[in-house]
């Protein structure tokens, strides 16, 4: 008979995305091992696509509130009142805090065991539970928001009236800034007392003691509604 075969370990030195595929059935319980470092890993060998995984938290808002001006007034130009067009608004960002559960939940803690399905799951959410401190891969870089954004928009296309359906898919990517960069500060921001203080303890909770509950990051609201919120007494621990 045949020596076993020896594991696939990671070599932590070298580029990762290619890597953490051969891990298979091992890569879920590798991946929710995190590193505490600031210190980033190395994701590519190639130099044009690793600066492509890396974004700064203020690229976000930068890039992102004009186009939410930019959809709500086109509502007003098609005849909204400006109070509907605030409720719309709203209701996006409402919309988005669902989206934000629910992708979350069932797509970034969907378990995989193939080559590609680890890989896949690494590049969009596997490596911030792995370095939940690396700054640079806590935003989503803007190609990709803007590529996943297109099913979003369909989907307002065919739920709102088309005149209202700018200012819905303004308010969603409105709350998508305030998701991204609240995600940002509950990781890196100062956060000491009240609210702020409440949802940081909450969030890191989920990376560091119960990562199968506690999906929300701007709020817990779907973690209470779907039964998915941690238990007061494990959350305190």
Not at 100 to 127: D, M, Q
Not at 161 to 179: E, K, Q
């Amino acid at each position: 008979m045949g020596a076993e075969a020896e594991p696939f370990a990671v070599d932590l030195n070298k580029p990762l995305v290619f890597q953490v595929g051969h891990l298979g059935e091992a890569y879920d319980e590798w991946v929710h091992k995190p590193i505490v470092s600031k210190e980033g890993p190395r994701f590519f060998a190639n130099d044009f696509l690793e600066l492509l995984t890396r974004t700064r938290w203020w690229v976000i808002p930068i890039v992102w509130l004009p186009v939410v001006c930019w959809f709500v007034s086109i509502s007003l130009r098609m005849g909204v009142a400006p109070p509907q067009a605030a409720v719309s608004v709203v209701g996006g960002v409402i919309i988005w805090t669902l989206l934000e559960y629910s992708l979350h939940r069932f797509v970034f803690h969907k378990k995989t065991t193939s080559y590609w399905g680890n890989t896949l799951h690494y590049l969009i959410h596997g490596c911030h539970h792995k370095h939940p401190m690396d700054g640079l891969r806590l935003v989503f870089p803007p190609a990709a928001t803007a590529i996943l954004s297109v099913p979003v928009w369909t989907l307002f296309r065919i739920i709102s009236p088309s005149s209202l359906t700018p200012a819905l898919f303004g308010g969603s990517l409105l709350g998508y800034v305030l998701y991204d960069c609240t995600h940002y500060y509950l990781h890196h921001g100062k956060l000491s007392k009240g609210f702020s203080k409440h949802l940081k303890k909450y969030h890191l909770n989920h990376h560091f003691r119960i990562q199968n509950k506690g999906f929300g990051i701007t709020s817990s609201l779907w973690d209470d509604v779907f039964g998915t919120l941690p238990s007061a007494k494990a959350a305190s621990k």
